[in-house]
């Protein structure tokens, strides 16, 4: 199996008037997605709002983005059910679909123990019939620690990886460090955007990050100058993306920016599942307003002439010679190989 690496888009998921997912806006997405550069999907996620779909909703979305998708990239399926018995379901349906993996997010509305999260992997590592990623959000659900991650990666072969979404930088280097020497084709794979370049300096693999669903292509220059070591040219493209991350993550209802980021580039994403009062109907228009000029700064879209003037560094366009391009100052380039150097001497990295 390729392995799991780069920028994997967790989907969001267009719907009708009627509330239902529309399918041929969905297909046009993905062509769209995969056209403009991202490296693998990721459907069913927690920004394709998944629970929020009932369960053969979820089973048609995998089938669209599978039908959409001809092989073009890897699918990495959210599989994540109520419990192990319908989330093994899942994982055979999207091994006989052709997806690459699964992810699996630790059970959720219970706080189980570190005991518990374990036996729940392990059950599944047994007996699925396609590769796992877990999938760390504490946020939303029971914390996976590091000994569990180590424990779960040394023991089954399945278990291919993680998406980690906590957002720490430490937490990463702490489980590469555990984990690679052992399992060098162990993936990990960040679901936090704004420190996707930390995290890969680190040495994680690459990202699955929410932003790629409205500015795909600045996801992917990112994540190439990186893996490029272009650290400090990267570092200015992440601070962009930042403040674009922030602002649809915080001024809206998750995951309501993203959808409205990616309507900016030409989609109808429609009104989501979760019900809203007219206030925040209302809120959501003025807010998106605000996005127009985040999202133009990156000259992916006209900017309209109600953006306040920013004193902001020039960014080189995307459509400008390969990221692999050599344009670093010297002694940022040494300063970061030398502190890379000490960590890998400490086993960090």
């Not at 629970?51 to 979820?58: A, I, K, L, M, Q």
């Not at 989609?267 to 599942?273: I, T, V």
Request: net charge neutral.
């Amino acid at each position: 199996m390729a392995k799991l690496e780069g920028i994997f888009t967790p989907t969001l998921v267009p719907l009708d008037e009627s509330g239902e997912i529309n399918e041929r806006e969905l297909r046009r997405f993905i062509s769209w997605l995969i056209e403009k550069g991202v490296h693998g999907l990721y459907p069913n996620g927690s920004t394709g709002e998944f629970t929020r779909f009932t369960e053969e909703e979820r089973r048609r979305i995998i089938q669209i983005v599978v039908s959409e998708n001809r092989g073009r990239v890897p699918i990495l399926a959210g599989a994540a059910e109520a419990n192990v018995k319908e989330t093994l379901k899942a994982c055979e349906l999207y091994a006989k679909l052709g997806c690459q993996a699964v992810a699996i997010v630790s059970p959720i509305y219970y706080r189980l123990s570190p005991e518990s999260v374990y036996a729940h992997f392990a059950e599944i590592a047994r007996h699925t019939p396609i590769d796992l990623t877990l999938y760390n959000i504490p946020m939303f659900a029971s914390p996976i620690d590091l000994p569990t991650i180590t424990r779960l990666a040394l023991e089954f072969p399945r278990v291919v990886g993680i998406k980690d979404s906590s957002g720490d930088v430490a937490f990463m280097m702490r489980m590469i460090s555990a984990i690679r020497p052992q399992r060098p084709d162990f993936v990990f794979l960040t679901g936090w955007d704004c420190v996707l370049v930390p995290m890969m300096m680190a040495g994680a693999n690459g990202g699955t990050n929410a932003s790629s669903n409205a500015v795909p292509e600045v996801t992917r220059r990112v994540y190439e100058l990186t893996k490029a070591g272009r650290y400090e040219d990267a570092m200015k493209w992440q601070q962009r993306l930042l403040e674009l991350f922030d602002a649809m993550l915080n001024n809206f209802e998750f995951p309501d920016g993203f959808r409205a980021g990616a309507d900016l580039r030409g989609f109808n994403f429609g009104r989501g599942r979760q019900p809203q009062t007219a206030k925040q109907r209302t809120s959501r228009t003025s807010l998106a307003s605000t996005l127009e000029c985040l999202v133009a700064d990156f000259q992916l879209i006209d900017k309209p002439g109600t953006c306040a003037p920013r004193n902001m560094p020039p960014l080189e366009p995307l459509n400008s010679a390969s990221a692999n391009n050599s344009g670093n100052d010297p002694q940022m380039t040494d300063l970061v190989q030398r502190i890379m150097g000490e960590l890998k001497t400490r086993g960090l990295v």
